[in-house]
């Protein structure tokens, strides 16, 4: 534990209505931050007012974009306690990152302390309506000024909230999704496995252009033979064909996703079977054609479950379970949300109560 000490800001921001909050456009009124010089190590761990960052033109972020975050949310129950879904695994999932992007070491339990004692003090911004919460990114940046390709000597660990309702427009029906053969998004050995900013500035011109014709994201292939599945925009897939759940494999380009490693806990705990594995785009479509491509879905912190009622790829159009949410989609989402709302018992101890 570290001793976090509070300046609060001298005025509240006004309130944005549940409805009306979109994702990741309103921050509540604090930032946890921290700072790491070399020689010092980490230090001056603290919360003061939500505000800009003073960064030197030439700062590490800034001109090689070193920077790597998390995302999880604070979701007010139906018995209204706050609770984290899984804190424990974001915080040391950003900690494990911190290597590949050669950054200082920092503790999963100082990552998890600092969003903690965030959502406590600003505890109140926790919407109430449902599906709705508090979304937290902690976030790392390098902020030495040089120009020079090395590591940065000087970081800022900070964390902010931000009130959020659904992530998709769409919000639970489902999405059309264009199969990318072109762009690609990480490549194994690249930084797929960590949520590297740069992974996301990759994979903007293939998603604006799908956009651009119809489609809410992408579904992105390997690099190498731009032949098996990856990921679907920023969540990790799922498939099931004939009765059989698979997703792609953690072999380097994938990010390990909490929400899929829940998802993969709770299949087989009802008797589903599992595969984590190759899946080619050719056994999608001869799935489809044969009437066994029973259901699509993209998983991640952010939207938890988001149904793929089509996808188009070339010329062919593939439309999936009449363009409605799946009934595994529907029975996840209500499990998971149920767990993270107290609305269904916690018994594998993922949620953590604030306050």
């Not at 930084?191 to 651009?212: E, F, H, I, P, T």
């Not at 259901?295 to 912190?301: K, P």
């Not at 949410?325 to 916690?346: H, K, S, V």
Request: with cysteine.
């Amino acid at each position: 534990m570290i001793d976090i000490p509070i300046q609060r800001a001298a005025t509240s921001k006004p309130r944005t209505p549940d409805a009306a909050l979109g994702f990741g456009q309103y921050f509540t009124d604090h930032m946890f931050l921290m700072d790491f010089h070399a020689g010092r190590g980490w230090h001056d761990a603290r919360i003061q007012p939500y505000g800009p960052l003073s960064l030197d033109p030439a700062a590490s972020v800034l001109q090689y974009a070193q920077t790597l975050f998390d995302g999880l949310k604070a979701i007010r129950g139906v018995d209204g306690k706050i609770r984290l879904f899984r804190p424990d695994r974001h915080a040391a999932r950003l900690a494990h990152g911190v290597e590949r992007m050669c950054m200082p070491t920092i503790a999963a339990d100082i990552v998890q302390q600092a969003m903690t004692e965030l959502v406590k003090l600003e505890h109140e911004w926790v919407p109430s309506s449902p599906n709705t919460a508090l979304y937290l990114r902690p976030t790392i940046i390098g902020t030495e000024p040089f120009l020079g390709v090395r590591p940065s000597r000087e970081f800022i660990f900070f964390v902010i909230a931000s009130p959020v309702g659904a992530y998709y427009a769409e919000g639970f029906n489902p999405v059309s999704i264009w199969i990318e053969d072109e762009c690609v998004r990480a490549p194994r050995g690249g930084l797929g496995a960590v949520k590297a900013g740069a992974n996301y500035a990759a994979s903007l011109y293939a998603a604006d252009r799908a956009k651009k014709h119809g489609f809410a994201q992408v579904l992105w292939l390997d690099a190498a033979e731009h032949k098996y599945l990856e990921e679907v925009g920023t969540m990790n897939l799922f498939v099931e064909i004939d009765g059989v759940f698979r997703t792609p494999a953690l072999e380097g380009s994938i990010l390990a996703g909490v929400t899929r490693s829940s998802i993969i806990t709770l299949l087989r705990d009802w008797g589903k079977e599992v595969v984590e594995g190759p899946i080619a785009v050719a056994e999608i479509e001869d799935a489809h054609a044969r009437g066994k491509l029973d259901e699509v879905f993209g998983t991640g912190t952010a939207a938890v479950i988001s149904s793929v009622g089509e996808l188009g790829h070339g010329e062919k159009r593939m439309v999936i379970n009449d363009k409605k949410p799946g009934p595994m989609a529907l029975r996840i989402f209500d499990e998971l949300t149920g767990i993270q709302q107290g609305r269904i018992a916690d018994t594998r101890g993922w949620t953590v109560t604030v306050g």
